[in-house]
C-alpha cells in the first residue's frame, strides 16, 4: 500500500480526530523508522513518548511472542504472573499498590476516583486541584482536570469539583485550597502544554500544601515516567512522594497499558468493586512492561538518558543565541522543548522531509522525545538537521 491509497482509507473509514503527518509507517528499529516509500527517518518523537526503548527493542519483542504462545487473556478475574512480575517491580519501586488499566487517562480516572473515594470517608472531600496547561487525558473527567479550555470546550456539562491554580505559583493554588480538597494532581513538567519544567520551589511547596492540609499529591506521570527524564519517575528530581502516580505511554514498550499507583496508606481505600477494567493487568502488555523495566535497569538506560539529554540540551542552548526566533530551549533528560517565538508546524515539516521526525505543542514548541536508548551520534545528526532547517527559517524570516 502506498500513502496515496492509506490516506484514501483514513478519510473515508477513520473518525477524523487526529491531524496527521502525511506519512504510512512501515518498520521502525531503535532510533530509525521507514515509511512506504523506503524513506528512513531520525525518531525523535517515539510514537509520543511511549518507545523510550526505541522501536520494536527485541528483549520487549521477545518478551510479547513468548507470552502471544502461553496465555494472551485472563481477565482480573484470575492471577497471572506477568501482571505479579510488573506489580512487584513497581511496588518495590514506589512503595505502594498497583491498579493496572490500558492508557494514561484511565489511570487518572483511577487516581482521581482512589482520591475522591478516599476523601469520601475522610470528611466529605472532593474537590480536585489541578494546573493550567496541563494534560492529563480525554475523557470527559480527564479534560476536566486538564486545565485548558481547548480541550474542554463543546464537551460540557464537565465533572464538578475541579479547580485550576498555575503551575509554577505556589500562592495560586494556596488560594484554592478548601477544607473540601481532596488532591492535588500535577505533571511535574508539563508535556503537552509546551515542556515546562516544575520548579523545585513549587513541586516541594506543593507537598508542603498537601502535608498541612491533609490532602493527597497525585503525580501524573504517564509521560515523565519511565525514565524519561533521566529518573524513573520524575517526581525523584525534587526529593517528594506523591501519594498517588500515573503511567501509561512507555510502560508498555509500545503496547497499551496504564497503571495507578498508589501508596498503602490510600490503596487500601478501594476495596472488591470499586473500579475495575476488562484488559488491565493482559498478560501479553504486562509481560511487555516486565521487559521494558527489566532493560532500563540492566541496560543502564537511566544514566544514557540523562547523560544524552545533556548533550542535546547543551548543543541546542546555542540556538539561543544563533537564531533570534528562538525563545527558550528547556528539558529534563531526553524530554526537550524549543521554544519558538513562531509557529513550530512548519519547522515539524520540514525536518519531516530532512528525515527527521519530532512534534510541535503548545503552537510554538518543538518537542523532541528521542528513545532513552538514543546514542551521541543520532544526537548529533538530529541537531545538524535542525542547525540547517533553523538556518533556512532565519534566512526566510530577513
Ligand atoms: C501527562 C499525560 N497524562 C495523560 C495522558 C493521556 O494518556 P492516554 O493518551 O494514554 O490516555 C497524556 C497523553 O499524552 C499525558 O501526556
Redesign the pocket.
Known amino acids: 500500500m502506498d500513502y496515496k491509497q492509506a490516506k484514501a482509507i483514513d478519510e473515508q473509514y477513520i473518525i477524523g480526530t487526529y491531524k496527521r503527518q502525511p506519512l504510512l509507517l512501515v518498520k521502525g528499529k531503535g532510533a530509525q523508522v521507514w515509511d512506504s516509500t523506503g524513506k528512513k527517518y531520525l525518531d525523535f518523537f517515539s510514537g ?2 511511549v518507545n523510550n526503548l526505541g522501536n520494536s527493542h527485541p528483549a520487549v519483542v521477545k518478551a510479547i511472542k513468548l507470552q502471544v504462545g502461553t496465555i494472551m487473556h485472563t481477565s482480573n478475574i484470575y492471577l497471572t504472573e506477568p501482571m505479579l512480575g510488573v506489580a512487584k517491580i513497581l511496588g518495590e519501586y514506589f512503595g505502594g499498590k498497583a491498579f493496572f488499566c ?7 480516572e483511577a487516581a482521581i476516583k482512589l482520591a475522591r473515594r478516599w476523601g469520601s470517608k475522610n470528611g466529605g472531600k472532593y474537590e480536585i486541584i489541578t494546573m493550567y496547561n ?6 470527559v473527567t ?1 479534560i476536566t482536570a486538564t486545565g485548558q479550555l481547548k480541550y474542554q470546550k463543546g464537551f460540557e456539562p464537565l465533572t464538578p469539583g475541579f479547580k485550576y491554580g498555575q503551575f509554577n505559583d505556589l500562592g495560586s493554588i494556596q488560594k484554592l485550597v478548601t477544607k473540601k480538597t481532596c488532591a492535588i494532581m500535577v ?1 511535574a513538567i ?3 502544554g509546551g515542556v515546562n519544567i516544575g520548579e523545585i520551589s513549587f513541586i516541594k511547596g506543593l507537598q508542603e500544601i498537601c502535608d498541612d492540609n491533609n490532602i493527597l499529591l497525585i503525580f ?5 515516567g519511565i525514565g524519561r527524564t533521566g529518573k524513573m519517575f520524575a517526581y525523584e528530581h525534587y526529593d517528594v512522594k506523591p501519594d498517588i502516580m ?1 503511567l ?2 512507555a510502560l508498555g514498550g509500545g503496547l ?1 497499558i ?1 497503571v495507578m499507583m498508589a501508596t498503602n496508606e490510600f490503596a487500601r481505600f478501594f476495596e472488591p468493586g470499586n473500579h475495575a477494567s476488562t484488559f488491565g493487568g493482559n498478560p501479553v502488555t504486562c509481560a511487555a512492561a516486565k521487559a521494558v523495566l527489566d532493560t532500563i535497569k540492566k541496560d543502564k538506560l537511566l544514566a544514557n538518558a540523562s547523560a544524552m539529554g545533556e548533550l542535546l540540551l547543551e548543543k541546542l542552548t546555542d540556538f539561543e543565541t544563533k537564531y533570534s526566533f528562538v525563545k527558550d530551549v528547556r528539558g529534563k533528560g531526553v524530554m526537550i522543548g524549543i521554544e519558538l517565538e513562531i509557529e513550530g508546524a512548519k519547522i515539524v515539516e520540514m525536518a519531516r522531509e530532512e528525515g527527521l521526525l519530532l512534534n510541535c505543542t503548545a503552537d510554538k514548541v518543538i518537542r523532541l522525545l528521542p528513545p532513552l536508548t538514543i546514542t551521541s551520534k543520532e544526537v548529533n545528526a538530529c541537531v545538524k538537521i535542525l542547525d540547517r532547517i533553523f538556518g533556512q527559517v532565519k534566512r526566510s524570516i530577513k
Request: proline content about 3%.
Open positions: 509520543l513518548a490500558n492508557s494514561g487517562a484511565e489511570a487518572n496541563s494534560f492529563h487525558g480525554r475523557t480527564t505533571e508539563q508535556g503537552e501524573d506521570e504517564v509521560q515523565t500515573t501509561a505511554k497499551p496504564g
